[in-house]
């Protein structure tokens, strides 16, 4: 399993990243695919998660309205298009197969390692 995150930069607050993640060692469509960060010093935080089919979806609070994750299952690759960035979205962020998914929850699994990709929103 291998998982590999992309898109991430340094923008200015009011910006937009679209990140990328592409699946590989296993078939990615078979699975719920979910985003989560972390920043130094700080929790990690599961950000969204979206089912197989894409029919169910949730956000943490801090990002509902501003990030929109989607998947292409016929290229592997799961998305995060992140409008609105603020400060406080300066993070690690990584993507991770998810074992389920309703609209208000997301379980991930975390037993895969990944890289990230790095988001910095700043003047």
């Known amino acids: 399993v291998q998982l590999v995150e992309s898109g991430g930069g340094l923008v200015q607050p009011g910006g937009s990243l679209r990140l990328s993640c592409a699946a590989s060692?296993?078939?990615?469509?078979?699975?719920?695919m979910g985003w989560f960060r972390q920043a130094p010093g700080k929790e990690r935080e599961e950000i969204s998660c979206?089912?197989?089919?894409?029919?169910?979806?949730a956000y943490a609070d801090s990002v509902k309205g501003r990030f929109t994750i989607s998947r292409d299952n016929a290229k592997n690759t799961l998305y995060l298009q992140m409008n609105s960035l603020k400060p406080e979205d300066t993070a690690m962020y990584y993507c991770?197969?998810?074992?389920?998914?309703?609209?208000?929850?997301?379980?991930?699994?975390?037993?895969?390692w990944s890289q990230g990709t790095q988001v910095t929103v700043s003047l």
């Open positions: 991770r197969t998810v074992s389920a998914v309703t609209s208000a929850r997301c379980y991930f699994d975390y037993g895969s």
């Open positions: 060692g296993f078939t990615s469509r078979n699975y719920h």
């Open positions: 979206i089912s197989v089919s894409g029919g169910t979806i």
